[in-house]
């Protein structure tokens, strides 16, 4: 598995060989096992091992990601989680790997990013100087307001999207149906809002109709 950010291994010399990922080397992280072959390794090694080759690591039988299954023996994930390490940000030792969660979440010495960082605040800090940066970060204030626009944008998007489709669609059936509506120099009209297109036009481009959308957005 790639390096742990959070926290290291301290008791991996008396490990029983069995915890250890053939790939990285490292006691097991989220193992998963082979269906057809039986062999067990963390999951994002085996992920980034199938990036480059669809053969198991360890007796090169052909596999894809699709025939990896999470471990779900509970003895063999209670000995994971009772391996101890230390936590790298406030240096605290002795945790059982099935803890960190619970420990993370109380570190003082863990740098954590502002509320607002998917609207672009870099800031970042430990977690006893949040409420500072918060009473005086202008992102932090508008956020509300911005994950609102976000939201009724995606709405008006679908809505865009839908409205297109059908529009599409009744333009292909005015054309199959009203065939016969073609004036002899090419000239045909929008049965909504009566404006004048040529044949050509209509072959090449979707007609957007104003009153038609105007329409369906008073509905919707």
């Given at each position: 598995?790639?390096?742990?950010?959070d926290?290291?291994?301290?008791?991996?010399n008396?490990?029983?060989?069995?915890?250890?990922?053939?790939?990285?080397?490292?006691?097991?992280e989220e193992?998963?096992?082979?269906?057809?072959c039986?062999?067990?390794?963390?999951?994002r090694?085996?992920?980034?091992?199938?990036?480059?080759?669809s053969?198991?690591?360890?007796?090169?039988?052909?596999l894809?990601?699709?025939?990896?299954?999470?471990?779900?023996?509970?003895?063999?994930?209670?000995?994971?989680?009772?391996?101890?390490?230390?936590?790298?940000?406030?240096?605290?030792?002795n945790?059982?790997?099935?803890?960190?969660?619970?420990?993370?979440?109380t570190?003082?010495k863990?740098?954590?990013?502002?509320?607002?960082?998917?609207?672009?605040?870099?800031?970042?800090?430990q977690?006893d100087?949040?409420?500072?940066?918060?009473e005086?970060?202008?992102?932090?204030?508008?956020?509300?307001?911005?994950?609102?626009?976000k939201?009724?944008?995606?709405?008006?998007?679908?809505q865009?999207?839908?409205?297109?489709?059908?529009?599409?669609?009744?333009?292909?059936?005015?054309?199959?149906?009203?065939?016969e509506?073609?004036?002899?120099?090419?000239?045909?009209?929008?049965?909504?809002?009566e404006?004048?297109?040529?044949?050509?036009?209509?072959?090449?481009?979707?007609?957007?109709?104003?009153?038609f959308l105007?329409?369906?957005?008073?509905?919707?």
């Amino acid at each position: 598995m790639a390096i742990n950010i959070d926290w290291e291994h301290i008791t991996e010399n008396s490990l029983d060989e069995e915890l250890f990922c053939p790939i990285c080397a490292d006691p097991f992280e989220e193992p998963v096992c082979a269906n057809q072959c039986g062999h067990t390794f963390c999951r994002r090694c085996i992920i980034n091992t199938f990036r480059i080759t669809s053969q198991c690591p360890a007796c090169r039988h052909t596999l894809t990601i699709d025939d990896f299954h999470p471990v779900t023996t509970r003895p063999f994930l209670n000995q994971l989680n009772k391996i101890l390490v230390k936590c790298k940000w406030c240096s605290q030792s002795n945790i059982p790997r099935g803890d960190f969660k619970d420990h993370i979440k109380t570190c003082t010495k863990i740098i954590i990013s502002c509320p607002a960082a998917n609207i672009n605040c870099d800031w970042k800090g430990q977690p006893d100087q949040m409420q500072d940066h918060a009473e005086v970060c202008p992102l932090v204030k508008i956020q509300p307001t911005i994950v609102k626009l976000k939201t009724k944008v995606k709405q008006q998007s679908k809505q865009i999207h839908f409205l297109y489709t059908i529009l599409k669609k009744i333009s292909e059936n005015h054309k199959e149906e009203c065939q016969e509506v073609y004036t002899k120099n090419g000239i045909i009209y929008c049965d909504v809002c009566e404006k004048e297109f040529t044949i050509y036009e209509h072959d090449e481009w979707l007609h957007f109709c104003v009153d038609f959308l105007t329409f369906f957005f008073v509905i919707f």
